[in-house]
């Protein structure tokens, strides 16, 4: 089975902050993933799918990118809002990585 | 607006059954793919299982947690989403989210557009 692995686990940041997520898989996937936003007790938000398309009405400020086997999700400057966990998705079988959380420094 | 409004959670004894809903307004459910994701208390997301339309075939697949236990299936004509829990663990203690799968044309993926917000199944003695 495919794995996903995120870095960091945690990360601490201000606003204004450039902020890069890496996101790996134990094999190569293609295209095929995802990155979700969850802020404390909602549901996620996709944010990019197929790697580096943006969904549409998602701030221009994040961009996915990656093929194969690693992927980066950027924030290039960090807002209040974005403070929240963020995931990455296999699209093929579903699974998704154990979560990045960003926090205010 | 596209609305998942899950429903059915609640308090369960281990070994018992409960089936949660989800219940689809603002898309064509008839031809959309859903999926149910959960998540246990504190910790990351975790993919239950997906059923596609019936025009693509109406199959699901399942996560190995879950599958010989859940059975997801689609009421088109209710416009409704269900998860059929049976033989539950405590493990499966979590907040349910039924989802909408958006489809890509140019990869060919399917991602998780529409969330509902949640229904907490808790198995518990």
């Known amino acids: 089975d495919i794995q996903l692995t995120q870095s960091p686990s945690f990360l601490s940041a201000s606003v204004g902050d450039r902020v890069t997520i890496t996101c790996r898989a134990s094999q190569g996937i293609s295209n095929y993933l995802a990155w979700y936003q969850q802020k404390p007790g909602k549901a996620p938000k996709v944010l990019i799918y197929?790697?580096?398309t943006l969904q549409s009405g998602v701030p221009s400020r994040f961009s996915g990118s990656g093929s194969g086997t690693e992927f980066t999700l950027t924030i290039s400057s960090l807002q209040p809002e974005d403070f929240a966990t963020y995931y990455c998705q296999q699209l093929n079988s579903y699974l998704f990585g154990p979560g990045t959380k960003v926090h205010i420094k | 607006e596209v609305q998942l409004v899950e429903s059915g959670g609640g308090l369960e004894k281990p070994g018992g059954s409960l089936r949660l809903s989800c219940a689809a307004s603002?898309?064509?459910?008839?031809?959309?793919?859903m999926s149910w994701v959960r998540q246990a208390p504190g910790k990351g997301l975790e993919w239950v299982g997906r059923?596609?339309?019936?025009?693509?075939?109406?199959?699901?697949d399942y996560a190995a947690p879950v599958k010989g236990r859940f059975t997801i299936s689609r009421d088109d004509s209710k416009n409704t989403l269900y998860l059929q829990m049976n033989s539950l663990k405590t493990e499966d203690t979590a907040v349910y989210y039924c989802?909408?799968?958006?489809?890509?044309?140019?990869?060919?993926?399917?991602?998780?557009?529409?969330w509902g917000q949640g229904t907490l199944v808790t198995v518990s003695s």
């Open positions: 197929a790697a580096s």
């Open positions: 989802s909408g799968l958006g489809y890509d044309f140019w990869s060919g993926a399917y991602y998780f557009d529409y």
């Open positions: 603002g898309l064509t459910f008839s031809n959309a793919w």
């Open positions: 059923i596609k339309s019936k025009t693509d075939g109406g199959t699901t």
